[in-house]
T-cell receptor, first 109, second 115 residues
Framework: KQEVTQIPAALSVPEGENLVLNCSFT??????LQWFRQDPGKGLTSLLLIQSSQREQTSGRLNASLDKSSGRSTLYIAASQPGDSATYLC????????FGKGTRLHILP | ETGVTQTPRHLVMGMTNKKSLKCEQH?????MYWYKQSAKKPLELMFV???????ENNSVPSRFSPECPNSSHLFLHLHTLQPEDSALYLC??????????????FGPGTRLTVL
């Protein structure tokens, strides 16, 4: 049974710092992995999708990597801004989609 | 309208009421999904529709009844809910369900409170 873990559960960093969010999964036979952000009480916004054959994807200040063999993905955020404050979720697809509980990120002005 | 829309955004209902949640996607996708998000729990997949056909029911109680009349519209009919069903209900769509073309796009959600 696939399990997805995100550590830490919460993170506070000063504005301007680079940071890394972690996602691990137990079954490496995945189709893809997707990172989302969720603002309080809102829906999810797709950030990056990495196919199983890919190693990383980049969008602006965001870079997501995937290491299937070790069951890990990281989301790197460069030059963090207060507007990056949100909960970040990762999800993996094999026969069904499984989400982690998320990392709640707070960027301190 | 663009993306995925959901109505209503907020709903309060009694345990004996019948209500429906509506989702509409304007992305030309073929798959639609219902999720439940409760406090302090991971997002839970409830139902999957692929080309209007239900392909997954994730052991959801029968008091939740989905309907997908076409690839753009998805409903969740609610009947005799329990207080523990109070949650944020999210709808999503993707190109296809399963496989590689399933980047998920979410609606804003319906905040449901069952009294």
């Amino acid at each position: 049974k696939q399990e997805v873990t995100q550590i830490p559960a919460a993170l506070s960093v000063p504005e301007g710092e680079n940071l890394v969010l972690n996602c691990s999964f137990t079954d490496s036979a995945i189709y893809n992995l997707q990172w989302f952000r969720q603002d309080p009480g809102k829906g999810l916004t797709s950030l990056l999708l990495i196919q199983s054959s890919q190693r990383e994807q980049t969008s602006g200040r965001l870079n997501a990597s995937l290491d299937k063999s070790s069951g890990r993905s990281t989301l790197y955020i460069a030059a963090s801004q207060p507007g990056d404050s949100a909960t970040y979720l990762c999800a993996v697809w094999n026969d069904k989609i499984i989400f982690g509980k998320g990392t709640r990120l707070h960027i301190l002005p | 309208e663009t993306g995925v829309t959901q109505t209503p955004r907020h709903l309060v209902m009694g345990m004996t009421n019948k209500k429906s949640l509506k989702c509409e996607q304007h992305l030309g996708h073929n798959a639609m999904y219902w999720y439940k998000q409760s406090a302090k729990k991971p997002l839970e997949l409830m139902f999957v529709y692929n080309f209007k056909e239900q392909t997954e029911n994730n052991s959801v109680p029968s008091r939740f009844s989905p309907e997908c009349p076409n690839s753009s519209h998805l409903f969740l009919h609610l009947h005799t809910l329990q207080p523990e069903d109070s949650a944020l209900y999210l709808c999503a769509s993707s190109g296809l369900a399963g496989g590689w073309n399933n980047e998920q796009f979410f609606g804003p959600g319906t905040r449901l409170t069952v009294l």
